[in-house]
């Protein structure tokens, strides 16, 4: 039976949405340059909040402000994502799977929530996925936080980042350095294109096993 090009054209821009949700600059700008197409659109505001869990599993919340310049990219975007949360569950898991080949870890996709609201120009998205390969042990055995050579921003974008992580935890190290740290949250405030932080801790169970 002969693919359906309206399908197609469906999984590329819901494709296209999970990227612009949560891997800025991972493939958006390269998807319309070959295309030879310009995005009508902008995130122009982004808070995002990591919660990391002891058995090492995060929640990553994102509440995203997309600026529509027609209403022709406005109702593309309307239409992917009004998709069920099960394909977007789908196509996360696809685009983490690609990413394993830049960063040899097991990214798993646990659960996907969304609310979406739509107002021309405007659209505000409000997205929960939890999710397993954001923290791993590393070769010291310390508990890292990391994404290397990913993007949590695009430019011009105003974004706050709060990484919670769990009380008895203790950070050895974060780069780049943070806006604050309060108890248990790291956070970050800043405008423009922005990576991944990196960032290690020692648990009271990590030292338990080092003192063995």
């Known amino acids: 039976m002969a693919n359906d090009p309206n399908q197609k054209r469906g999984n590329s821009f ?12 991972l493939a958006i700008f390269q ?9 009508h659109f902008q995130v ?35 239409e992917g994502f009004s998709t069920p949360d099960e394909e977007k569950l789908s196509l996360f898991q696809q685009s983490l ?7 040899p ?6 659960s996907y929530e969304s609310t979406v609201n739509f107002n021309y120009p405007m659209i505000y998205v409000d997205e ?3 999710l397993e390969g954001f923290v791993y042990r590393n070769e010291n055995g310390n508990i890292e936080f990391s994404l290397p050579g990913q993007l949590l921003s ?25 806006t604050y740290i309060d108890q248990n949250v790291i956070g970050y405030s800043y405008t423009g294109a922005f990576g991944y932080p990196t960032i290690e801790f020692i648990s009271d169970w990590t030292i338990v096993i080092m003192g063995e």
Do not use: C
């Open 44 to 78: 122009t505001t982004r808070d995002i909040t990591f919660t990391i869990y002891e058995d090492l599993s995060v929640d990553f919340a994102t509440n995203v402000e997309i600026l529509t310049e027609n209403e022709r990219d406005y109702e593309t975007l309307v």
């Open 31 to 39: 998807f319309f340059m070959y295309r030879n197409l310009q995005p």
């Open 97 to 103: 799977d690609n990413l394993k080949e830049q960063i």
């Open 14 to 25: 819901n494709f296209i949405i999970i990227t612009l949700i949560f891997f800025a600059g």
């Open 128 to 130: 929960t996925v939890k």
């Open 154 to 178: 695009d430019q011009n974008e105003q974004v706050t980042v709060n990484i919670h992580y769990p009380y008895g935890w203790e950070v050895v190290s974060v780069a780049p350095t943070p």
């Open 105 to 110: 870890r097991d990214f798993v996709v646990l």
